[in-house]
């Protein structure tokens, strides 16, 4: 059964760190677009950092570049977002998915053709 299990999430101070991680059971993700989106309350869901972990390929949106890593781990099969410099616009819940493809636009990111979600993790930066 595939499976995407988010965990690490919490609250912290403006500036402070979170590190967000993805399980992936079911499937090979070095064979799929990943992504970390996020929904804050009352707004819709954007796009955060997509990437080919299996081709080194990663994008970001212009929100978060420059603060944000993605990074994974092949052999666990396991997705990482790295946050630093946190901000109050920040909060939200935060998804990892797989999808067919990446999809790119100017300062944003995001997949083709999704196929399977996370339950979402909350992350909460206080000012």
Known sequence: ???????????????GSLRLSCVV???????????WFRQAPGQER?????????ENITYYADTVKGRFTVSGDSAK???????SSLKPEDTAVYYCAAGYGLFVAPGHVGLNGVKHWGQGTQVTVSS
Do not use: P, R
């Open 1 to 15: 059964e595939v499976q995407l299990v988010e965990s690490g999430g919490g609250l912290v101070q403006a500036w």
């Open 77 to 83: 099969n396991i997705l990482y977002l790295h946050m």
């Open 46 to 54: 954007e796009g955060v950092s997509c990437a080919s972990i299996g």
């Open 25 to 35: 059971t079911g499937f090979t993700f070095d064979d799929y677009a990943m992504g």
